[in-house]
């Protein structure tokens, strides 16, 4: 219960101590709940980045253990929701390597599109390749991005205006050379 006075006044040191004593209890924890060594340290990360922003509501006279295990079951349940939807927009768009298409010219145009869009991403610096790919690839948000980057959000937004224009102007050239083509 002290421990939690200590952390209700911004004592850091207290709470680097409880990150020590809990954090690994915490991924055996949640490592035995998903099975995904990724997700479980992100989510220790999570609960204890909650720990922090909320210190000010915890219960003195609860646990800290307990509220711990309490921040890192919610944020667990938040974080499967959030893949579930995830997964659920994923399977209600066509596959990107089996979009059925009848005509030939299409086909190839798809893939001319794809290999160039591809091609430009590796001439993108890297964290600005990485930005992009996070965001456009795997759909993550620019909040999500920050914080698995470790960059903040304005920077994210950043990587992403000028990885846009500089990806623009090719696919521009493409639709009008595609548009004249088909005439």
């Known amino acids: 219960m002290h421990r939690i006075a200590e952390l209700r006044v911004d004592n850091e040191a207290v709470f680097r101590d409880i990150f020590n004593q809990y954090q690994y209890p915490l991924y055996k924890f949640l490592y035995q709940k998903i099975d ?9 990360q999570l609960t204890f980045i909650k720990l922090w922003k909320y210190r000010h509501q915890l219960d003195p006279d609860l646990d800290i253990a307990i509220q711990l295990f309490r921040i890192a079951k919610t944020t667990l349940v938040d974080e ?22 009848n005509d030939v010219a299409q086909t190839v145009q798809y893939n001319e599109t794809r290999a160039r869009l591809f091609h430009l991403m590796e001439q993108l610096p890297p964290k600005r390749k990485e930005v992009f790919e996070l965001s456009r690839i795997y759909c993550h948000s620019n909040r999500e991005i920050a914080r698995i980057l470790s960059i903040s959000p304005k920077t994210v937004e950043n990587h992403l205006t000028l990885a846009l224009r500089f990806i623009r102007p090719f696919f521009y050239f493409m639709i009008i050379f595609y548009n004249l083509a088909a005439i």
Do not use: M, T
């Open 36 to 44: 995904s060594d990724f997700y479980a340290r992100e989510i220790v």
């Open 80 to 101: 499967i929701r959030k893949i579930e939807a995830r997964d659920r927009f994923y399977r209600s768009l066509p596959a990107a390597d089996a979009v059925v298409v």
